[in-house]
């Protein structure tokens, strides 16, 4: 069968990532396919965290208030050293923070998984088809003919303008368009063990790395009575016989002296290899790697899957401005460049820790305790306040000049405001789908961008938007649809200028910034 109407989207694996791109590709109007060769979700958790700005993305896919109830918001990490003493505190207040959602929440990956494939399945324009398989892309000279099949021999043919790979660190598609991988030689294997304690109270509210020359190994509190652990296969060892439930059992009684006997239910005990890799290009004509088809992180930072989340949210709002909004194609050009720096800088973080982590010379171990114990007692001074995330911004692509202003890049703040109707609600809720020109006083721009006024439009209860302004000397700031800051202006003149640089930015007629 084949399908001659032309779609905007086929999204290539219905995971997190991609069943997120369908859902946010949906909502912006982006006629979709998200296609997965499996039926159910896996039905086993793999990812469990995810951060503040991620929450902020499944605000916009409307999933907050379903979310809420289904996680747990932690307190952070502390990192122990070989005697069971901290040698580095990660340790944050769970409240909410600058992006309007609070630094850590903990999820069960199935759970999650089977909310975005109902939501997008259930989003006006995106088709959620199970049980096929993407068996080859084909460009066209103005889109791409995906073939499909089914265990049956059923065949179908579907034609869309792009194509996003979000199938997987094994990436089939990835691999038919002969991209290489760039390999940071950090490959570790480890067993993960899944379980359920009774008591839902049991145990910290933050995570524990035991640097333990003896043997390396992670807890983390998941949601309800979820919890996971993590313990280093060491050389010679046979992973499989660790991972099995008496092992497990018993490697787990060792770093968790809160868990009384027959406290807890054994869930996934298996053998994982930590692997760091990122793709070598992340586009191919118009077929675009998101997700593990594009890189892959070790678990030391946290980010494995919120990188695929912050890939798909950067792709949807710039395929919705070229097929939809007549932007330049050449706007594909910014998704690599904007989102590779941005995951090689955490990948290489998760490696260091890595490395300090998986130190297995007890010599070695004591030196380096010694080192970030001298760290932890003579912290640097305490800075101004940044406005920076934990996690780096954008420093390439889309933005006006960085150069210009430490803004330029940054995520933008998300307070609760009272919305012209007197509503109580956070920033987003008000800035909608669209980029947004936000300013201190009312404003004429030539060009086509939604202005909103502070004090008119929206009202700055809290005070956090115009203490933003003002560190930054600003009088207004242009936040993208990712709501990050494409630029600042310090008077009307200039914010009518960064109004026809957003729009000169998003027609290709202005040439993309380059670190």
Wanted: charged share 25%.
């Amino acid at each position: 069968m084949t399908d001659d109407a032309i779609i905007d989207v086929v999204v290539v694996g219905a995971g997190p990532v991609g069943a997120t791109a369908g859902l946010i590709a949906g909502r912006l109007g982006l006629t979709t396919l998200v296609v997965d060769s499996s039926v159910d979700v896996y039905p086993k958790p793999r990812a469990i965290h995810f951060d503040a700005d991620v929450m902020r993305i499944f605000q916009s896919a409307g999933l907050a208030d379903e979310l809420v109830p289904r996680v747990r918001a932690t307190s952070g990490a502390l990192h122990n050293g070989a005697d069971g003493q901290p040698i580095r505190d990660f340790r944050v207040a769970a409240t909410e923070g600058d992006l309007g959602w609070m630094p850590h929440y903990m999820f069960y990956q199935p759970e999650l998984d089977a909310l975005l494939r109902r939501r997008a399945g259930e989003t006006p324009g995106v088709e959620v088809l199970l049980g096929w398989t993407c068996a080859s892309v084909r460009e066209r000279d103005d889109h791409v003919l995906v073939e499909l099949r089914d265990e049956s021999g059923g065949v179908r043919q579907q034609r869309a303008r792009y194509v996003i790979a979000a199938d997987g660190a094994a990436s089939p598609l990835r691999k038919s368009l002969g991209i290489e991988l760039t390999d940071y030689g950090f490959d570790e294997p480890w067993i993960v063990v899944d379980g359920d304690v009774a008591d839902e109270g049991s145990g910290p509210d933050y995570s524990i790395m035991y640097c333990d020359p003896r043997r390396p190994a992670t807890y983390v509190p998941g949601p309800r009575g979820h919890r996971r652990w993590e313990f280093m296969v060491l050389p010679g060892e046979d992973g499989t016989a660790l991972a099995a439930p008496e092992e497990a059992m018993r490697l787990i009684h060792d770093v968790t002296p809160w868990l009384g006997q027959g406290e807890l239910t054994l869930g996934r005990s298996a053998v994982y290899r930590f692997h760091a890799l990122v793709a070598e290009r992340w586009r191919r004509g118009r077929v675009l790697l998101a997700g593990d088809a594009a890189h892959q992180t070790p678990p030391f930072y946290g980010q494995g899957m919120c990188h695929g989340i912050r890939d798909v949210r950067n792709l949807t709002w710039k395929l919705r401005a070229i097929l939809h909004q007549g932007a330049s194609e050449d706007l594909l050009d910014t998704y690599q460049l904007e989102r590779e720096p941005h995951v090689r800088a955490i990948i290489e973080q998760a490696v260091a820790n890595g490395r300090y982590i998986c130190v297995l010379d007890e010599e070695e171990a004591k030196a380096r305790d010694a080192r970030m114990r001298e760290l932890m007692r003579n912290p640097a001074p305490a800075a101004p306040k940044t406005w920076r995330d934990a996690i780096p911004g954008l420093t390439t692509g889309m933005l006006d000049d960085p150069q210009g202003s430490p803004a330029v890049g940054l995520l933008f703040p998300q307070p609760w405001v009272t919305d012209a109707r007197g509503r109580r609600v956070r920033l987003d809720a008000v800035l909608g789908d669209d980029e947004v020109l936000l300013a201190l006083e009312p404003l004429t721009t030539t060009d086509d961008v939604r202005t909103l006024v502070l004090g008119a439009d929206l009202h700055d209860d809290d005070g956090v938007l115009g203490a933003w302004l003002a560190a930054f000397d600003a009088s207004a700031v242009m936040v993208r649809p990712d709501r990050y800051v494409f630029g600042i202006a310090r008077d009307a003149v200039g914010a009518r200028t960064l109004a026809r640089e957003w729009s000169a930015s998003v027609a290709g007629t202005r040439p993309v910034t380059v670190a």
